[in-house]
């Protein structure tokens, strides 16, 4: 009798022994689990962070930038016609005309203007003649630079969104220079071949030119 009581309380004493060591170790599991939260929350917003900053380098290796819409040039947008040299004539332009000072814009003649106010030549722009004539990708508008007795000097390609390797496949053909040196007329009547391997662009280009010809 006396064995089995000692047996009870024996039981018994180990009983809450375990169930005290239990609940000891419960707050150090919590407090573990609390440690490792914010360690663990810290470690997601570093990754975060890092993914953020990748993406905004990458966008602005890519000229875009965050928090703004980036309006990407329009394929058939004329290229902006200046006041003068010292005001900014367009590159494109004063390489064709060293000595312009100033482009008037008219509606469909653009007139160049040396320093004395002599008109020197003249530029021409495809498009809106050109906007629904589609290359790859879209249209191809187009600049043209003629002289004083307007005769072609020169056709370039304006902002577009072709593939650049079809571009540069199309100027190394010298397909842009088979109207230099042409009236007008001339340049009406004369049939330019398509380059191959930007057959696409090409046609493009030419049906483009011809758009506008139509128009002088």
């Given at each position: 009798m006396v064995m089995k009581q000692i047996i009870r309380?024996?039981?018994?004493?180990?009983?809450?022994?375990?169930?005290?060591?239990?609940y000891a170790q419960q707050p150090e599991k919590q407090q573990k689990q609390n440690n490792e939260k914010p360690s663990?929350?810290?470690?997601?917003?570093?990754?975060?962070?890092?993914?953020?900053?990748?993406?905004?380098?990458?966008?602005?290796?890519?000229?875009?930038?965050?928090?703004?819409?980036?309006k990407?040039?329009?394929s058939t947008k004329k290229m902006e016609v200046s006041k003068g040299r010292n005001e900014g004539v367009d590159p494109m332009i004063a390489k064709f005309f060293p000595n312009a000072e100033k482009v008037v814009e008219e509606k469909v003649?653009?007139?160049v203007m040396d320093?004395?106010?002599?008109?020197?030549?003249y530029v021409v722009y495809s498009s809106p003649a050109s906007d629904e004539i589609k290359g790859y990708a879209g249209p191809t508008p187009l600049l043209i630079a003629l002289d004083a007795?307007?005769?072609?000097?020169?056709?370039?390609?304006?902002?577009?969104?072709?593939t650049p390797r079809f571009c540069k496949t199309v100027e190394d053909n010298g397909l842009?220079?088979?109207?230099?040196?042409?009236?007008?007329?001339?340049?009406?009547?004369?049939?330019?071949?398509?380059v191959s391997g930007a057959t696409f662009t090409s046609n493009s280009i030419i049906e483009s030119l011809h758009a506008i010809l139509k128009k002088l």
């Open positions: 309380i024996t039981l018994a004493t180990l009983l809450t022994m375990s169930v005290s060591a239990l663990t929350e810290k470690a997601e917003k570093k990754i975060v962070k890092k993914n953020s900053d990748t993406r905004a380098r990458e966008m602005r290796q890519m000229g875009m930038t965050t928090g703004k819409t980036q990407m040039p329009a003649w653009n007139n320093k004395d106010g002599t008109l020197i030549g007795k307007k005769n072609i000097i020169a056709v370039r390609m304006l902002p577009n969104k072709e842009l220079d088979s109207w230099n040196g042409l009236s007008i007329k001339d340049a009406k009547k004369k049939k330019v071949d398509a």
